[in-house]
């Protein structure tokens, strides 16, 4: 069974940085697509960024700007550069790996907490 381990979460000020890492425990075999959501408490999961086999990218209007999503082929792992955060940006951050073979896989989550 594929895990996979987020890090990289953590308390920071508004206005700061992080940057959070998913990484599969073993290689996932014809990846279709790498992508963060974020659940903050008493909101639906959402879709924050996600990039294709193909390196295409698309992000929630929220983060345009300031997230960064990239992913290491080799590596089977995923980051996502996190700039200028906000308050707004406080919850729970999921990663997520789709592929040709089985339903989606999902990171355990990571908490970021941005204070004001």
């Known amino acids: 069974q594929v895990q996979l381990v987020e890090s990289g979460g953590g308390l920071v000020q508004a206005g700061g940085s992080l940057r959070l890492s998913c990484a599969a425990s073993?290689?996932?075999?014809?990846?279709?697509?790498m992508g963060w959501f974020r659940q903050a408490p008493g909101k639906q999961r959402e879709l924050v960024a996600i990039?294709?086999?193909?390196?295409?990218?698309s992000y929630a209007d929220s983060v345009k700007g300031r997230f960064t999503i990239s992913r290491d082929n080799g590596k089977n792992t995923v980051y996502l550069q996190m700039n200028s955060l906000k308050p707004e940006d406080t919850a729970v951050y999921y990663c997520?790996?789709?592929?040709?073979?089985?339903?989606?896989?999902w990171g355990q989550g990571t908490q970021v907490t941005v204070s004001s």
């Open positions: 073993r290689v996932i075999f014809s990846i279709d697509t």
């Open positions: 997520q790996i789709t592929s040709s073979y089985g339903p989606p896989r």
């Open positions: 990039v294709t086999s193909g390196g295409s990218t």
